[in-house]
T-cell receptor
Framework: GENVEQHPSTLSVQEGDSAVIKCTYS??????FPWYKQELGKGPQLIID?????GEKKDQRIAVTLNKTAKHFSLHITETQPEDSAVYFC????????????FGKGNQVVVIP | DSGVTQTPKHLITATGQRVTLRCSPR?????VYWYQQSLDQGLQFLIQ???????AKGNILERFSAQQFPDLHSELNLSSLELGDSALYFC?????????????FGPGTRLTVL
C-alpha cells in the first residue's frame, strides 16, 4: 500500500520566516495530495491540496509544490505567524481500487514570536 | 466548527470492556471515515462508509467494528479493550466517496483504557 513520510518531525521558525515541510510517497499512481492542519485539541482541517496534473498551487501565504518524478511534495508557509503553530499532516490518495488517503505521521511546527 | 459532531469527548474505561463511539456527519455528507490517532503512529485510517455501505477498510482490528445508519450517523464499536487501544479517535465526513473529496474532521473522542 501507499507509504507517506514527512520530514522534519519538528520545525521551529522565527515569526516572519518561512517554513517548509516535505513529504514523500511511494505509490506512483497517487494523484491527490492534501495538507491538513491540526491545532491543539481539535481535529485536522484541510488547508490546501494539489492534484497530480498541477505542479504548484498557492493560497495566500500557503503553497504546495509537487514533483511527480521524485514522488515528493512540499508545503511552504511564508511570513509565518504564531497562529501557524500546529501539527501539519500530508496525505496521498491510495490508488488501486480504493478511495482512501494515507497520512504521514505529522510535523510539529512552532513559530517563535 | 467543521459541522461533524462526535460523542463522547472523553471516555475512560478498563481493559476487557466494550465502548461505542458516535459520529454525526455534516449535513449532506454521505461518507464517514474513522481514524485512530496515537502519538507515534499519526493518523491511521480504520474504515469508511458511504451511504450506509462499507467502502474501504484499513488497519482495523477484528475487535473493532463500525456501521453507518440510515440517518447517516455512524458508530465505532471497540471491544475487549487493551491498553494499546488508548488513543484519539476521529470521525470525518465528505460529500462523496472519493479520496479527493475534502474530509471534514470532528473534534475527536479521547479514549483512555486503564
Amino acid at each position: 500500500g501507499e507509504n507517506v513520510e514527512q520530514h522534519p518531525s519538528t520545525l521551529s521558525v522565527q515569526e516572519g520566516d518561512s517554513a517548509v515541510i516535505k513529504c514523500t510517497y511511494s505509490d506512483s499512481a497517487s494523484n491527490y495530495f492534501p495538507w491538513y492542519k491540526q491545532e491543539l485539541g481539535k481535529g485536522p482541517q484541510l488547508i490546501i491540496d494539489i492534484r497530480s496534473n498541477v505542479g504548484e498551487k498557492k493560497d495566500q501565504r500557503i503553497a504546495v509544490t509537487l514533483n511527480k518524478t521524485a514522488k515528493h511534495f512540499s508545503l511552504h508557509i511564508t511570513e509565518t505567524q504564531p497562529e501557524d503553530s500546529a501539527v501539519y499532516f500530508c496525505a496521498a490518495s491510495m490508488a488501486h481500487g480504493n478511495n482512501r488517503l494515507a497520512f504521514g505521521k505529522g510535523n510539529q511546527v512552532v513559530v517563535i514570536p | 466548527d467543521s459541522g461533524v459532531t462526535q460523542t463522547p469527548k472523553h471516555l475512560i474505561t478498563a481493559t476487557g470492556q466494550r465502548v461505542t463511539l458516535r459520529c454525526s456527519p455534516r449535513s449532506g455528507d454521505l461518507s464517514v471515515y474513522w481514524y485512530q490517532q496515537s502519538l507515534d503512529q499519526g493518523l491511521q485510517f480504520l474504515i469508511q462508509y458511504y451511504n450506509g455501505e462499507e467502502r474501504a477498510k484499513g488497519n482495523i482490528l477484528e475487535r473493532f467494528s463500525a456501521q453507518q445508519f440510515p440517518d447517516l450517523h455512524s458508530e465505532l464499536n471497540l471491544s475487549s479493550l487493551e491498553l494499546g487501544d488508548s488513543a484519539l479517535y476521529f470521525c470525518a465526513s465528505s460529500v462523496g466517496e472519493r479520496s479527493y473529496n475534502e474530509q471534514f474532521f470532528g473534534p475527536g473522542t479521547r479514549l483512555t483504557v486503564l
